[in-house]
């Protein structure tokens, strides 16, 4: 099978090179997967340059998610044939990833694919679309209807962010979306943002309580902007956090959640339970509207990955980058 192998001697940089390697040095698990399609997440540029410590053992084949078929499985749940759709459980990070022609993992790791949603559009979707839908998920079980105001996507123009804009915008909800990049309007717009929200009006630390905007938040940026969003918020708004990209410390106080009932809510899709992954899924199938994911659509081969990574650090990227491996 071809792969793309990261490599690290010691005391080395991280190195990737494309080869062939045989299919039994994939790790244990239960099920093989022929792997059609991955991406390129925010995750994923980082552990192509060796940063952040998220990869611990050389060699390793990275890619945080994969849509494809089974091959084999010792698991009664999926037989040879079957779709299935992969994302979290820290594959591509503690656990051979994506970027192979072939994957083996454990089954519980596994959904199967909805009904109208084909390896491709999967992965259009990705670990960034399936982490939007917990997160609009977790707002409307807090009480966030379209009626209730405008709601604030951060990273507008990011993986989560262009998803997130996309839904929310075909269920009725107004959407503000933030982007540094002025470039991005016509295609935040194209999405179906309603307005546009320069990234430098959130970027500085304000006080502890501002003006009411926001009736929810999706923030996939963190940091910073996290703190200014939370003092905007209106009374019993959530925020669903879903991103560091800005970093994890969090200077704010109490005052949002005391006076005004806001709610912070964390959203980890690494570990989400099964039910839910599958409600997530069935509703992106549903929900997310076909001509609108073509738009946030670039295609790439293997060879591509590690510019792109690059790129993606650098922030020269926008929406879902899908990397083919069908053939």
């Not at 299935?84 to 656990?95: F, K, M, N, Q």
Request: net charge negative; proline share 5%; glycine share 12%.
């Amino acid at each position: 099978m071809k792969a793309l192998i990261l490599d690290k001697p010691d005391g080395g940089d991280v190195s990737s090179e494309i080869r062939e390697t045989a299919e039994d040095s994939l790790p244990d698990g239960d099920v093989t997967v022929a792997v059609e399609y991955s991406t390129v997440n925010y995750k994923d540029a980082l552990v192509l340059a060796g940063q952040g410590g998220l990869v611990k053992t050389y060699p390793h084949v990275p890619g945080i998610d994969f849509a494809g078929t089974v091959e084999t499985s010792s698991d009664e749940r999926y037989a040879p044939g079957d779709r299935v759709i992969l994302t979290g459980w820290r594959v591509g990070e503690i656990h051979w990833g994506g970027y192979a022609e072939k994957a083996r993992v454990k089954a519980d790791w596994l959904v199967p694919a909805p009904d109208g949603l084909d390896a491709r559009a999967a992965m259009a979707l990705g670990t960034a679309g399936f982490t939007a839908m917990l997160a609009i998920m977790a707002l409307e079980e807090h009480g966030l209807t379209p009626d209730r105001g405008e709601v604030l996507v951060t990273g507008a123009s990011g993986g989560v962010g262009s998803v997130a804009t996309a839904i929310l915008s075909r269920l009725g909800y107004h959407v503000a979306a933030v982007t540094g990049r002025p470039e991005q309007e016509e295609y935040l717009r194209s999405l179906g943002a309603r307005s546009i929200v320069p990234r430098s009006e959130l970027s500085e630390g304000g006080k502890p309580l501002e003006s009411e905007r926001w009736a929810g938040c999706v923030d996939a940026v963190g940091g910073t902007m996290l703190a200014r969003v939370l003092s905007q918020m209106k009374h019993g708004g959530s925020v669903a956090a879903v991103g560091l990209a800005g970093g994890s410390k969090l200077e704010t106080t109490v005052v949002p959640f005391l006076l005004r009932g806001v709610n912070l809510l964390g959203i980890d899709s690494v570990t989400a339970p099964y039910a839910k992954r599958v409600t997530a899924w069935d509703r992106l199938a549903r929900d997310m509207p076909s001509e609108l994911l073509e738009q946030t659509i670039r295609m790439a081969t293997l060879e591509e990955v590690p510019q792109i990574g690059r790129d993606m650090l650098q922030n020269k990227t926008h929406g879902r980058v899908v990397v083919d491996l069908s053939e």
